[in-house]
């Protein structure tokens, strides 16, 4: 279970794994198509800004060329106008003041910041602004090259910071030729400003705009901080030269920082690139209109736009690519905690069918189609004595004897493999020790989907120990049933022996009874015959003598009178001993006379009414008319004594089975099923008088509802026989 | 002189009773038997005019000899002495065709008169011997069921009662008291349902328990 768990999580850890890559590369397809496209957004809107930024710098420098060149052919004009040949060539006040007016008049039509004349040697000799502070008037500019140039016949256009003025300017320069045409006489120079061209074609922007010289000095820029700095680094050879031509003033020239690496950037001090791109100008070899433009602001200004609009259709995108994706992983775990548990429950009911199969105490085994073992339960094992290591993959029947191996090969597997069914087979296993099993196998098939058995899984029962004690139950039930012949006719001898003893008994309790009746019957019949004959005689005698007497002498008669009360009473009692020992009448007249006698006997002796009813009765035997006689004596003695009746009734029937003597009362009765208490009354005594006879005795009697005693004798019928 | 057999298997009480018989001077023994055959042979022989003859003799008793003798056709009247006084033997005695009925014990007082009695054409019968007759009688006559719940004493007690007699001669004549006598009568009313001495009396008649 344990080792499941840590399954569970490493089939989890792996899909999610798998999930998150997932999620990875859509998030990165995602992002790779976004950044290419991205990409050539941006190259596509880099190449249109490039493009843009290219034409507007190429009209920018058109436009400086167009501005630069502005003023060309009005220095050649005024150079042609005559008030300056002449103030050159005749130079006096009036000539002066003429020229001067020409450029007052030059300088304000033309918007100039100033236009002077300069004789040959380079000195100004009329200048519009004579009248300010720093008039040019008598200064020598000789040093300039645009001087240079014009006196040397050509005219000139120079850009530089005014050394008296310390304003940027354009200088136009034209040699003034006399009349002929021959000789130069000086040179005229128009100054314009820069400054109008600084703000009108150099705006402020994030963009950095520079014009510079061809040593790279920031002639005119965008921004103020950048004038006269050094765009490039230079040597000190370099800026002593620059010092050297007064062209910028005095310095110092300061390099602004940036440097250039590849062929598109350019760095500055804090390593920002910058896009460069310049263009030269027309009529100023070398010097060159400098784009700079900020290369992230650039990226800024192009990918924000494209941000703006592409961000939230990215971002939504990613958004539904994630939720698709956690949809996907959600759906994905439920199925697989589905699956898990599915499997878990099948792991578990496999795992208990293994648990089961191993742990059952009953010997299991399954084989392939091969025979050999592919799974022994841990009983069989246990059973066996092998080890389970040397058990599988071996053939079944090799752990058979001999007998069962040719059984199990001809007849039990063919048959198996064909039904895929077999039921109580016995086999014999051969232990490890030795030892031999007998078992009952039954198995079967287990199928695969296409209803091939693949293998099968018995059940062997150890029935040695069945055999074995059927076996001995066979041997014992022989024995016994040699015992119970024996014991059989030791019953019999036994019964037979029994039953003669019993018939003895019987016979001996005849006997005892038939002699005491005969020894009663001798005493009475001595008693009454002879002792009664004698008083009798007896009497006789007394009577006479009592009568001779009586004559003679009365007291003497009155005497033998008494003694034959006496006699009388002797007799009485003796024919009463003789009558309770046994009646004669039973002997003389029978039982019918007996009972009567008896009834009338015991009507003398009590207040009870004795009925006595009868019909006629065939001649009897005496034993039986002495146990009826004694069973109806004891049963009236029984009421006289127990019940307190005051009717007894004793009836002496026939009927077609035989003889019926019922005594009857009306007297308080007894419990006859609970005859504990009236084992006294003579009951068993009764009863066995009847069974010696071969009769039956009925006793009923209910408590305070009389009593019943009715005693049934089978009689043969000799008379009719 | 009346001439008499006397049958008795003892040979003092036959003495006896012989000696009784001749004081009288009116009878003469002419015949002694001890036993049932002899008595037989000497009635047939001698032809006495009575024949005495006890019932408990050996071999042929003397009921047997009576039942002979009437099958004989013999005229000889036979009285039967006996030492039992049960009146089942005088019932029997006079089935068998005995004229009369003695016991030994009152021999002396009533055989002589017995004897002439039988003699002169009669019968001898003691009181209760003659009811034990009437008695039998009664019950035997199947037809009248209802006296079949009595008792012997009961029948009895009925028949005197019939005939007038008080309890207390009752009581004196069976020896019962007169208490006993009271509730043998209260039981005889219950049993047939009647009320009083008269129905009882006439009950008795109509069921001819007493002779008119």
């Known amino acids: 279970m344990k080792n499941s768990g840590h399954a569970d999580i490493l089939i989890f850890m792996r899909l999610r794994i798998i999930i998150l890559m997932l999620a990875l590369f859509a998030f990165l397809s995602a992002s790779t198509g976004g950044f290419l496209y991205y990409y050539s957004f941006r190259k596509a809107a880099v190449q249109k800004t490039e493009t843009n930024a290219y034409s507007r710098l190429k009209l920018l420098t058109d436009h400086l060329s167009l501005y630069l060149a502005e003023h060309i052919k009005p220095v050649k004009t005024l150079s042609g106008i005559r008030e300056l040949k002449t103030a050159l060539k005749d130079t006096n006040l009036e000539s002066i003041y003429q020229a001067n007016q020409i450029l007052d008049n030059f300088t304000k039509s033309l918007d100039l910041e100033v236009s002077y004349l300069m004789d040959k040697n380079g000195i100004t000799l009329c200048s519009s602004n004579r009248n300010a502070n720093d008039s040019f008037v008598g200064k020598n500019f000789s040093f300039r090259p645009y001087y240079k140039k014009a006196v040397n016949g050509r005219s000139a256009t120079y850009l530089a910071l005014g050394t008296t003025s310390r304003k940027r300017g354009v200088y136009y320069s034209h040699p003034v030729y006399d009349e002929g045409h021959n000789s130069i006489l000086g040179v005229a120079v128009i100054k314009a400003s820069v400054e109008f061209v600084e703000t009108k074609l150099f705006p402020e922007s994030d963009d950095i705009l520079l014009f510079i010289d061809p040593d790279g000095v920031i002639f005119i820029s965008n921004k103020d901080v950048l004038k006269f700095k050094l765009l490039w680094k230079l040597t000190e050879e370099k800026i002593s030269k620059i010092m050297n031509s007064r062209q910028f003033g005095n310095g110092p020239w300061a390099w602004t920082g940036f440097s250039k690496n590849q062929t598109d950037f350019v760095t500055d001090k804090n390593n920002t690139q910058y896009l460069f791109s310049s263009l030269r100008v027309a009529n100023y070899p070398d010097w060159k209109v400098i784009n700079l433009r900020n290369y992230k602001e650039i990226e800024k200004q192009i990918s924000k736009p494209f941000f703006r609009v592409m961000g939230p259709v990215i971002s939504s995108v990613l958004i539904l690519a994630g939720i698709l994706v956690l949809i996907l992983y959600q759906m994905g775990i439920r199925e697989i905690t589905k699956r898990k548990k599915a499997e878990k429950g099948l792991r578990l009911s496999e795992e208990r069918y293994r648990h089961i199969y191993h742990k059952t105490p009953v010997m299991l085994h399954s084989i392939d189609t091969e025979g050999r073992i592919i799974r022994v339960s841990d009983h069989w094992v246990e059973v066996m004595g092998y080890k389970r290591e040397t058990i599988i993959g071996k053939q079944l029947i090799s752990f058979f004897t001999p007998e069962s191996q040719k059984y199990a090969l001809n007849v039990i597997f063919p048959k198996f493999f064909s039904t895929g069914f077999c039921k109580d087979i016995p086999y014999t296993y051969v232990k490890k020790n030795g030892g031999r099993m007998d078992i009952m196998l039954s198995c079967y098939g287990v199928r695969d989907e296409n209803d091939e058995i693949i293998r099968s899984l018995a059940v062997s029962v150890d029935v040695t120990e069945k055999n074995r004690s059927q076996k001995d139950l066979q041997v014992a039930k022989e024995k016994l049933s040699q015992y119970s012949h024996d014991l059989e006719q030791q019953v019999k001898k036994r019964t037979a022996q029994l039953e003669k003893t019993r018939d003895n008994l019987k016979n001996l309790s005849k006997n005892i009874i038939a002699s005491q009746e005969r020894e009663k019957a001798l005493v009475a019949r001595e008693l009454h015959d002879h002792l009664g004959q004698v008083l009798t005689a007896l009497r006789i005698d007394a009577v006479w003598v009592e009568k001779y007497l009586i004559r003679i002498d009365k007291k003497a008669g009155n005497r033998a009178g008494n003694m034959c009360a006496l006699i009388d009473d002797t007799i009485n009692d003796v024919r009463d001993m003789a009558y309770r020992l046994r009646p004669r009448v039973l002997d003389d007249l029978g039982l019918t006379d007996a009972l009567e006698s008896l009834l009338v006997d015991f009507e003398k002796r009590s207040n009870v009414s004795c009925v006595f009813k009868h019909n006629k009765i065939p001649k009897i035997n005496d034993t039986l008319a002495t146990a009826l006689y004694r069973i109806g004596q004891e049963a009236v003695t029984n009421s006289l004594k127990h019940s307190n009746a005051t009717t007894i009734t004793v009836e002496l029937k026939t009927d077609e089975e035989g003889l019926i003597l019922t005594i009857q009362d009306n007297g308080c009765g007894f419990d006859a099923d609970n005859n504990i208490d009236i084992n006294g009354f003579g009951l068993e005594g009764m009863k066995e008088r009847a069974n010696l006879v071969g009769g039956k005795l009925d006793i009923s009697s209910r408590l305070s509802q009389g009593s019943s005693i009715c005693c049934k004798v089978k009689m043969i019928k000799k008379e009719k026989g | ?212």
């Open chain 2, 1 to 212: 002189m009346i001439k008499v057999l006397l049958a008795d298997d003892h040979s003092i009480v036959r003495e006896g009773l012989k000696k009784v018989l001749e004081d009288s001077d009116e009878i003469k023994v002419i015949a002694e038997a001890a036993d049932g055959e002899t008595a037989l042979d000497e009635v047939m022989n001698k032809n006495p005019d009575v024949a005495i003859i006890d019932i408990s003799m050996p071999g042929m008793d003397g009921l047997e000899v009576v039942a002979k003798l009437t099958s004989y056709c013999s005229d000889v009247p036979v009285l039967i002495l006996t030492m039992h006084d049960e009146e089942q033997y005088v019932i029997r005695a006079i089935e068998a065709g005995a004229m009369g009925y003695v016991t030994k014990q009152s021999a002396p007082e009533q055989l002589v008169a017995a004897v002439k009695k039988i003699h002169s054409g009669g019968r001898y019968l003691t009181e209760k011997a003659s009811e034990a007759l009437a008695l039998r009688v009664i019950r035997g006559n199947k037809n009248q069921t209802l006296n079949e719940s009595l008792s012997m004493r009961e029948l009895q007690v009925l028949r005197k009662l019939a005939m007038g007699s008080t309890n207390r001669e009752i009581a004196t004549s069976y020896n019962i008291s007169v208490k006993t006598v009271d509730t043998y009568r209260a039981r005889i009313l219950k049993k047939l349902s009647l009320r009083n001495n008269a129905e009882l009396s006439r009950y008795a008649i109509q069921n001819k328990l007493v002779e008119l």
